[in-house]
């Protein structure tokens, strides 16, 4: 903090280097956190299916949300912060990549959160069917997934040439 109790711009903070080897260091940490993003979706889902198959409480799956919300918003700052650091170097390439995927999760996220609350829907209504709404989300997520993986594949690649 300043003097004057304002908080110091991001610039003043951060002396940047536009090289190569920075540019390679936030890629690392991009990637990395969007493995973490990965690992609480895991979690988050199998919670969600023990809370269905009735292994876990009401106040369990509901403390599961939590946490996967303070998870998956600690990440995107985190690739977020990447992102930033990525443009102020040059690398709008690289921070094109990163949007590409941050875009494809955000509409990921509101997939997952529809197919499971169909699929609880389900399980606490059986006498409706909701056959047809758990297969559409089940196809857009896949696809969803796969062209996240398609724009890590190219994300990679832009790294092996840092």
């Known amino acids: 903090m300043q003097a004057n109790g304002e908080h110091q711009n991001n610039n003043d903070l951060i002396d940047i280097d536009p090289s190569p080897d920075n540019a390679l260091e ?20 199998s919670a969600i299916n023990d809370h ?3 292994i876990i409480s009401v106040d369990e799956i509901q403390q599961v949300i939590r946490v996967s919300q303070e998870g998956f918003q600690d ?17 709008t390439n690289l921070s094109n990549i990163i949007r590409q995927v ?3 999760e955000k ?3 509101e997939v997952t959160v529809k197919l499971l609350s169909c699929r609880l829907q389900a399980v606490q209504r ?8 758990v297969e559409e989300y089940t196809t857009r997520r896949q696809q969803l997934i796969d062209s996240i993986n398609d724009v890590m594949e190219d994300a ?5 040439e840092l």
């Open 126 to 133: 059986p006498e409706i069917s909701y056959q047809a709404e």
């Open 102 to 104: 941050q875009n494809l």
């Open 107 to 109: 509409e990921k996220l």
């Open 75 to 91: 990440v995107s700052s985190d690739i977020l912060r990447q992102e930033e650091l990525l443009k102020k170097i040059g690398q």
């Open 52 to 54: 269905a198959n009735g």
């Open 26 to 45: 936030y890629m690392k940490a991009f990637t990395s956190a969007q493995a973490t993003r990965t690992e609480i979706y895991h979690e988050f889902e």
């Open 156 to 160: 990679r690649a832009e790294m092996l």
